[in-house]
């Protein structure tokens, strides 16, 4: 089991969120959500420049099993994707918290929405309780 | 109530991701799905196919019965230990189930069935066997594991007694026979080559433990999936159903309109095939990156059609589906990926055999 890294915010949809030094946000879905998906081979990016809403789907990554959305956690415009994806989706299996980032936002409603994600620890609990 | 084959304990033991197939609980992959695939087209795998049905039957008229309840034709089977895949059709020519038939003794035949399925063929195989006066009897007391790859033969020829391995390395493809107390087919659903094994529950853990121990790796049913769709195998339930002939399903190679021979569902295949097939299966690939996923529109010039089974090949590197189309689609297509039309083209399938791309593909 890896550990969840103390910078980061959930959603309960199994996305994370973590705040940069320059104000942007990185978006990523979680290490347990990677595992559910098992072998990612395809990721379809946001186009950089698009305005994500909190709470939309915004990415679709697809496992040979099933397609599943990634909901915003953050509303903002698109400043980066990570490209490298297109060519090794298997990255987010391999590191979802690191080199499987999937896009960065520069957010217009931090303060409000990060308040509605969870920290780790809450985020630990809800799928130690989905385990169950 | 969910039902465990007698290698559940070993397969969550090995650490398998468990999932619900058709009322039983079953390893969906040990880690990961792609190097499971790999292995079997590389290697040597296994899966545990104990869910499925095995269903023997006993009496002087079986063969009689099997003529009339199948849409092959079972007297292709001369040889004790030959098998034969067969549609069993209902009265409108729809595919109640698909399957393989071994012949053993002109009293004894022996019918492996899906999982999914079972209460529905086991009532209609004892419905139709009455006026054969044929003994229908499901074999719960067996397991059955599928040990597929290039090298998958070997590996298992090395675990049986000097006799029995004659035997197995003499068995010609698609023929059974005994030894050891199992029950060994040159069959399998990956396109590579292989034995299913059918070996008493008593046995099971055990056999399977040897093959590990000779490095055979575990294999779930995603990996089958991925493989047996790579080798242009058809899927009860996704790919066909009971309102859907084999003509419609890519099946017609299973049937066998042989004269007089009056199997059920033949009528309504001939007026069908008379009036012209309106629907075709065919193979797709898609050169650009995404997953191709049953349902999903595939627009042809000649109308609409859709997705059967779609995955993503680990064999290609790429999207392979079946589709059901226009009879007359041919060339390329498009397909609706969440509102969004991607070129794909229609090819002859399998996909993969023996490890390798097939021409075209």
Known sequence: MNEIPGDLKFMKSHEWARVEDNGTVTIGISDHAQGLLGDLVYVELPAVGDEVQAGNACAVVESVKAASDVYAPISGKVMAVNSALADKPETINEDAYGEGWIYVVKPTNLAEESEELLDPDAYAELIESEEH | MTQHTILNATHRALGAKMVDFGGWDMPLNYGSQIEEHHAVRRDAGMFDVSHMTV???HGAKTRAFLRHLFANNID???????ALYSCMLNETGGVIDDLIVYFLTENFFRVVVNAATHDKDLAWIEKQAEAFDVK????ADLSMIAVQGPNARAKVQALLSPTTREKAIKLGK???VDG?????ARTGYTGEDGYEIIVPQAQAVGLWDKLIAAGVAPAGLGARDTLRLEAGMNLYGQDMDETITPWEAGLAWTVSLDEGRD?????ALEKQKAAGVPRAMVGLVMDEKGVLRHGQRVVTPQGDGEILSGTFSPTLGKAIAFARVPAAASGNAEVDIRGKLVAVRLVKYPFVRDGKACAGV
Request: hydrophobic share 50%; no cysteine; charged share 30%.
């Open chain 2, 55 to 57: 269903v023997d039957l």
């Open chain 2, 76 to 82: 292709k089977l001369k040889v004790s230990g030959k």
């Open chain 2, 136 to 139: 229908v009897t499901e074999r």
């Open chain 2, 174 to 176: 698609f023929v059974a």
């Open chain 2, 180 to 184: 050891d107390g199992l029950f060994i």
């Open chain 2, 263 to 267: 199997f059920i569902g033949r009528a």
